[in-house]
């Protein structure tokens, strides 16, 4: 197939340069040139002081020149032009849109502290192919917000390509770029760089705290909200912070993993805690640390072992321990995904198979897109979903803790990071998972209150009686 890319010549980015790289790699490329009107003054303003405060490059967000795009001139017909000009199609085209404008809207979303909704359309007859709502890690920072939604851009287009089928709804309509609002956003970005480097003088950050409760009626998933009664808390020392809590049950006694991140050692590691029916006996201790990062250790029980599968991207792979003496010894068994780097790996069985949800990092944010594996037996082999990403949504892509079944339905957690990593836990009933699609339906969102004291709300997952979340915290320094 030999593609075709339409740019705006007033509108080129380093982004684009590297789009049509990508796209070559498929096959014959050839960028074409459109009309239209550069975008205004103030986001060039904008990056420039970004690029001063935060000490951070342009990168992607980096003006381009026509000539960069020489090289992408391939000869002969066309057979689809994946065009972000907006002018009318020639031949088969699908347009590509922010909020159902064209490129400039998505800076004009950024400036409105939101991320848009991208889509890929057919040009002739307006039908969305394929759409998603990418997210970012740093909404404050303008640049970094840009490159994440253009890198996740990138992956919807690829998406299409490929067939895949992820759909959300429409957010908003496109919004304006104004002077107004930029200097808006600077001056509030600049009051946020202040507090926050402020903040981290003062305080440990991040810093989370774990909360449980014992069970003696409808939990979570039943109640769809926070339980009357609360949470209490596991404490910790304020040098370090634990999270992801996942209770256990083994020989009629309970235990709770948790990712247990020491704040001078700077990354975590995995430490389990017994509960009795008072709460924790002692404080968690560590069972797993291998240099790098762990979190989220997804403990479950398989035939007469029991297995973890805590959180690694910093080695790019997904990875089984077994318990060679629970709860204390670890080993590593087998690794079940290689040169990935997904968050959040959560297994289930389901109709005779074993599934796997996770979301996975490929440029952009670490929490938007959700891609889905199978396999005959849990040691594999593993295959990729043919829609992957199967979702593209900030919203409700990222896992939160184990699916579980209720009254027949499928019932997963995930993280709502609109408002920033982890902010808000929700709940959707998956409605379909086989070999063609993946679909939900979200029945509710929570959020910190009363009854969960805090800024965040992050992991739910239960094991007997014992229920668990995790959200934000404050630790001083001093």
């Known amino acids: 197939m030999t593609l075709a890319l339409r740019l705006d010549p007033n509108r080129l980015r380093q982004w684009h340069v590297r789009l049509a790289a990508r796209l070559a790699r498929r096959g014959p490329l050839r960028v074409e040139f459109g009309v239209g009107s550069p975008l205004p003054a103030s986001v060039a303003l904008l990056l420039g002081l970004e690029r001063i405060v935060h000490r951070i490059p342009t990168g992607d967000a980096a003006v381009a020149s026509r000539s960069e795009f020489a090289k992408f001139a391939a000869d002969g017909e066309v057979d689809l032009t994946i065009d972000f000009t907006g002018e009318p199609p020639r031949g088969r085209s699908w347009r590509v849109t922010f909020d159902g404008g064209d490129d400039a809207a998505l800076p004009g979303a950024l400036?409105?502290?939101?991320?848009?909704?991208?889509?890929?359309?057919?040009?002739?007859?307006?039908?969305?192919?394929?759409?998603?709502h990418p997210g970012t890690e740093t909404a404050g920072i303008f640049t970094l917000a840009l490159t994440d939604v253009l890198a996740r851009t990138a992956t919807l287009i690829e998406a299409a390509l490929d067939g895949a089928g992820t759909r959300v709804a429409a957010a908003s309509r496109p919004q304006a770029i104004s002077a107004k609002k930029a200097a808006i956003f600077a001056a509030k970005s600049l009051v946020r760089f202040a507090m926050r480097t402020l903040y981290r003088l003062l305080y440990n950050s991040p810093h989370w705290r774990v909360g449980w409760r014992r069970v003696?009626?409808?939990?979570?998933v039943d109640l769809k909200a926070h339980p009357d009664s609360g949470w209490r808390e596991l404490p910790d020392d304020r040098t370090r912070f634990y999270a992801d809590p996942f209770p256990f049950e083994h020989e009629g006694r309970t235990f709770v993993f948790v990712?247990?991140?020491?704040?001078?050692?700077?990354?975590?590691?995995?430490?389990?805690?017994?509960f009795d029916e008072n709460g924790p006996v002692g404080t968690p201790r560590p069972v797993l640390d291998i240099g790098t990062h762990l979190s989220y250790p997804f403990v479950f029980a398989h035939g007469d072992a029991i297995y973890m599968i805590p959180e690694t991207c910093a080695t790019r792979t997904v990875d089984l321990y077994r318990a060679e003496e629970f709860p204390g010894r670890w080993v590593k068994y087998v690794t079940l995904l290689?040169?990935?780097?997904?968050?959040?790996?959560t297994v289930f069985e389901y109709n005779g198979r074993w599934w796997m949800l996770a979301t996975v990092h490929d440029g952009g944010a670490f929490s938007d897109a959700l891609h889905v594996w199978s396999a005959p037996d849990l040691l594999g082999p593993w295959t990729a979903h043919r829609r992957n990403p199967v979702l593209v949504d900030i919203a409700t892509a990222r896992p939160a803790g184990r699916v579980v079944t209720r009254d027949g339905k499928l019932i997963r957690p995930f993280q709502d990071c609109r408002d920033g990593y982890g902010a808000a836990l929700g709940l959707a009933e998956i409605t379909r998972l086989d070999d063609e699609a993946f679909e939900q339906r979200v029945e509710t969102v929570l959020r910190a209150g009363p009854l969960w004291r805090g800024s965040r709300l992050h992991t739910l997952n239960r094991a007997g009686r014992l229920e668990c979340i995790d959200g934000s915290a404050t630790a001083r320094r001093f």
């Open 259 to 274: 990712e247990d991140f020491p704040h001078k050692l700077g990354y975590g590691l995995i430490s389990v805690v017994e």
């Open 111 to 132: 400036l409105n502290g939101r991320t848009p909704v991208v889509a890929i359309s057919d040009a002739a007859t307006n039908e969305v192919i394929v759409s998603g």
């Open 216 to 220: 003696d009626g409808p939990d979570v």
């Open 338 to 345: 290689s040169d990935i780097a997904a968050s959040d790996a």
